[in-house]
């Protein structure tokens, strides 16, 4: 009984270091850029869902689900707007129809550097990145190699004589977090 009562008083006094927020998604910045030979486009998503985990006001946790359809190229618009967000829901990239959100679940924190697991499509892999606290919201950005999730579409590592048209592979994504009052 009592090592109940110690393993309950740890646990108690853990989770009052420990707090859970929920991220306001209309203040919070979910951002894209990528970039090919002839130029680059950028755009926005939506959280659907995202929930964070602070410490002594360090981030220390967190998951964080994105809303595929909400999917916005911020640098076209008209036809052209249309057809690369077409083509980007498309399967040669996010397949969203049938993969209508990505994931990611940070693991551990060490000082500002995240260890995080992103899962898009049906797949999952390690992403390492910093973040930085800007009054009560935390910011960066990382980069994660869209091979690796199934998108292959005229990567010069899968495909030869690509000229203007070979896209590169890193995708950036900066973020803004913003806690929910």
């Known amino acids: 009984m009592k090592r109940i009562l110690t393993i309950m008083a740890i646990t108690t006094a853990f989770s009052f270091n420990v707090s859970a927020f929920e991220v306001d998604k209309e203040k919070s910045n979910l951002a894209w850029k990528g970039t090919k030979v002839s130029g680059e ?8 869902e995202a929930n964070a985990k602070v410490k002594e006001g360090k ?3 967190g998951e964080f689900v994105v809303d595929m359809n909400s999917m916005t190229v911020t640098d076209l ?3 052209w707007e249309k057809k690369f967000l077409t083509h980007m829901k498309s399967g040669d990239f996010f397949a969203v129809e049938k993969y ?3 994931k990611l679940v940070i693991n551990s924190v060490e000082g500002n550097k995240v260890k995080a697991t992103l899962s898009v499509k049906d797949k999952s892999g390690p992403v390492t990145f910093n973040y930085k ?3 009560k919201a935390f910011v960066g950005d990382f980069k994660f190699d869209r091979t690796k999730f199934g998108m ?4 010069g590592n899968f495909f030869k004589d690509l000229g203007d048209k070979l896209i590169h592979n890193d995708v950036l994504v900066n973020f803004k977090l913003v806690p929910k009052k």
């Open 77 to 79: 618009e008209g036809e």
């Open 59 to 61: 981030l220390v946790g």
């Open 100 to 102: 209508p959100v990505s």
């Open 41 to 48: 486009h950028y755009g926005t998503l939506k959280f659907k």
């Open 152 to 155: 292959i579409y005229n990567s």
């Open 133 to 135: 606290k800007e009054g």
